[in-house]
């Protein structure tokens, strides 16, 4: 498969350079035999260069959404799913770390009330 995009990509640019090559030795030609000015060229070929470029953002964003699609199908996360995944985690951590606090202030006060924090049912003679 990258074999494949990268013969594709180098055939897009030699084909890419070579219509450049051809567009530059024809618009020359008009030029000298007078058909057409400077100017009127370098409008043309700008307006060209634009159409390229736009071409050129079309076909980006296909193969982004192609590659993105492809690689949810083989069961990856998006950015966005993994940071949601991490702020959750944050969240868990924080409240797991409250409840470890709150547990260890809750035993302290057990501690600190000797006895008489036996649970009712249990007796309070040690032997």
Do not use: C, H, Y
Not at 12 to 23: D, F, I, R
Not at 91 to 109: G, V
């Amino acid at each position: 498969m990258n074999g494949f995009i990268k013969s594709g990509f180098l055939l897009g640019l030699g084909a890419a350079v070579a219509g450049k090559e051809k567009l530059d030795e024809t618009f020359m030609k008009l030029i000298e035999k007078g058909s057409m000015t400077q100017t009127e060229a370098d409008t043309i070929f700008d307006d060209f260069f634009k159409k390229g470029e736009t071409k050129s953002e079309e076909w980006n964003q296909e193969f982004r959404q192609m590659t993105k699609s492809q690689l949810s199908e083989l069961g990856f996360v998006t950015r966005e799913e993994l940071d949601t995944i991490q702020a959750q985690l944050v969240l868990l951590q924080q409240e797991l770390t409250q409840l470890r606090n709150n547990k260890s202030n809750t035993d302290l006060d057990q501690t600190d009330q000797g006895i008489d924090s036996i649970p009712p049912g249990f007796s309070k003679d040690v032997k």
